[in-house]
């Protein structure tokens, strides 16, 4: 199997892991705990399964610190703390999915790219269609913070795609997940709320867990690894919304709005414009 090949399967693998359980699953475990305690249970639960599986040590360096702050414990507990505040999950990852576009902007910004006329339509397209999805007067904190989880989570893209895409990927993940347990501990302070019943077990300690921090985040960094610039990677990830989108409706039943269809899917036009290439 070629690694262009390998990494298109690992993308369709992101689209179903992360669109129902960083979204909906997540949604149904914030019914028995804190967002701060589904974080710790994911990179608790996650770090120890991937220590098993991968047999080896833990690397603590400050590469890895940096990526499991970027990409590991920000984006978790920003992502989190949106759910917990949005009544459509499936919105919050079209306000995530952002990040293709801030990837975009980090290259023009970092490395002197010159965007041409497609990507400035798509950086435009993009954000018109987000105050179409979350409305101009409607936009609240929920909405904030789920799009700087979205820009965190570029940030963290580029980093790992200069500094640790040769690294052992389940090492790398159990490293940052165990990391990252660290580095979000304290957010437990604000609220340590957790029901302690199965059911909570079950949702946040399993099926977020496993499936989320992961099968995730072990496909996504493939797939970085495999299709080359972080921005390829990044545009497929585009179709996790519409997944997220046809999970809130069979689990939690979430019909969307019409003005939220209607924005999501002009955002993700736009993300799809700003990465072709003519």
Do not use: C
Request: glycine share 10%; net charge positive; proline share 4%.
């Amino acid at each position: 199997m070629s690694s262009k090949l390998r990494g298109y399967l690992a993308m369709i693998g992101v689209l179903v892991a992360w669109g129902g359980s960083s979204y909906s699953i997540s949604k149904v475990a914030m019914y028995y705990m804190s967002p701060f305690v589904l974080t710790m249970y994911r990179f608790g639960v996650g770090g120890l399964v991937l220590l098993l599986i991968g047999r080896g040590g833990l690397m603590i360096n400050r590469k890895y610190v940096i990526n499991a702050l970027l990409n590991g414990a920000l984006f978790v507990v920003f992502l989190n703390i949106a759910i917990e505040y949005s009544s459509n999950p499936a919105l919050v990852s079209v306000l995530v999915y952002t990040q293709p576009i801030f990837v975009l902007i980090l290259s023009i910004a970092l490395y002197g790219e010159r965007p041409t006329a497609l990507q400035v339509v798509g950086i435009v397209l993009a954000f018109s269609g987000l105050l179409m999805a979350v409305g101009v007067y409607s936009f609240d904190i929920g909405d904030a913070i789920a799009i700087l989880g979205g820009f965190i989570w570029a940030l963290g893209t580029h980093y790992y795609r200069r500094n640790l895409v040769g690294e052992d990927l389940i090492k790398l993940n159990a490293s940052m997940a165990v990391i990252s347990a660290l580095i979000a501990a304290p957010t437990l302070i604000i609220n340590p709320h957790m029901e302690l019943t199965l059911s909570a077990v079950a949702w946040g300690g399993i099926v977020v867990a496993l499936v989320a921090q992961v099968v995730g985040f072990l496909l996504w960094f493939l797939g970085v690894k495999d299709l080359g610039p972080p921005v390829t990677a990044s545009s497929m990830s585009i179709l996790v919304p519409a997944s997220a989108y046809l999970f809130a409706l069979l689990i939690l039943g979430k019909v969307p709005t019409e003005m939220e269809v209607i924005g999501s899917a002009v955002t993700l036009i736009g993300v799809l414009v700003s990465q072709l290439r003519v």
